[in-house]
């Protein structure tokens, strides 16, 4: 292959060392050839990449780092076969990936940060049959993600995170990625809806839904996940209720954080049968005015925190039964029953950490 000028001198920008190549062109393509890693930093002259950047063949980890005029990429990255880690953050001239990135068939991990115009995926993003990990973090004008997205068999880590993400919906198509173990949708302000098949993420592990502000009910399938671990609803204002089967089959639950869910009303009956749960966080649940009868069941809950919860008025005496509670917090629950309270100061007596 022949290096245009141009091509050379956006390779010059890319890798200053080559200047004192000048010009030669058997040095730089065997230079390009051997490359493995390749990081872009900061390089805020560099407006293209070169057409002819598939050259790098055994290319295995790309960076590009606060590239902020850098408006596109080349079809010919669709040329890195041996790619496995490709990052790209703080290059706000990008929209998209062009639709080559299919063919990145080695790639295994794609994180796309803090890019302010980065607006959508292409539907090729669904060809990358090695993908594990695919972080969508601080892109406030991307609305959602592909339906193409299901056919990310290997997938196990999906990220869309930051305060201003601009995500709206996600795709019923999510629920067909048989290996997503870690889902993260935190500060998603615009999620007003998870998809209704959410239950069919039978490996999934940990659901992080932190200050979805306007998410207002989790899917009816919802304790269809078994092999949950950890769900976080941290700051989910307008979450109102949770499903009638919600403890269906969440026997692995161990973490279940609803802090400052300000309109959550009440609890499901059948939480008693969440029989790993060891941290329950439900400060500052404004409106939750009693607890289950059965909370006692939870033989392996360390951690309670009520505190805060200004309208409840009733603790069920089964409460007692929880032998293995480590911590214990409930000051600010100013509605409580004087039965209640009582019930609370003899929870107090066998509990290790207590906050009054």
Not at 110 to 127: H, M, Q, R, V
Not at 178 to 193: D, F, G, N, V
């Amino acid at each position: 292959m022949i290096l245009s000028t141009s091509d050379i001198e956006l390779w010059q920008k890319i890798i200053p060392h080559f200047k004192r190549y000048n010009y030669d062109q058997e040095k730089i393509l065997a230079y390009l050839d051997s490359l493995t890693e390749l990081t872009i930093p900061n390089r805020k002259e560099l407006t293209a990449l070169p057409e002819s950047f598939g050259l790098l063949k055994n290319l295995q980890y790309l960076c590009l780092e606060k590239c902020k005029l850098l408006t596109h990429l080349p079809q010919s990255i669709g040329e890195l076969h041996h790619l496995q880690t490709f990052h790209i953050e703080k290059c706000d001239g990008l929209t998209t990936l062009p639709d080559s990135i299919g063919h990145l068939k080695k790639l295994q991990w794609l994180n796309i940060a803090s890019c302010k115009n980065f607006e959508k995926l292409p539907d090729s993003i669904g060809e990358l049959e090695k993908l594990e990990s695919l972080n969508l973090d601080w892109l406030k004008k991307m609305t959602t993600v592909p339906a193409t997205i299901g056919k990310l068999s290997n997938l196990k880590t999906l990220s869309i995170f930051g305060q201003g993400s601009g995500l709206t919906q996600l795709p019923q198509e999510i629920a067909n990625l048989p290996q997503l173990e870690l889902l993260i949708l935190s500060h998603c302000k615009k999620l007003t809806a998870l998809p209704d098949n959410m239950g069919h993420l039978k490996k999934l592990k940990v659901l992080r839904l932190t200050e979805c502000v306007k998410l207002k009910t989790l899917p009816e399938n919802i304790g269809q996940l078994e092999n949950l671990e950890e769900l976080d609803c941290r700051f989910c204002e307008k979450l109102a209720r949770l499903p009638e089967k919600f403890g269906e089959k969440l026997h692995n639950l161990k973490q279940l954080n609803f802090f400052q869910c300000i309109h959550l009303k009440s609890l499901p009956e059948n939480i008693g049968n969440l029989r790993h749960l060891e941290a329950l966080n439900l400060c500052s649940c404004e409106n939750l005015t009693t607890l289950p009868e059965n909370i006692g069941t939870l033989e392996k809950l360390k951690y309670l925190d009520i505190q805060h919860c200004s309208l409840l008025r009733t603790i069920p005496e089964s409460i007692l039964n929880l032998r293995q509670l480590r911590h214990f917090s409930f000051p600010g629950c100013n509605s409580l029953t004087e039965k209640s309270r009582e019930i609370l100061l003899q929870l107090k007596k066998h509990s290790k950490t207590n906050t009054l």
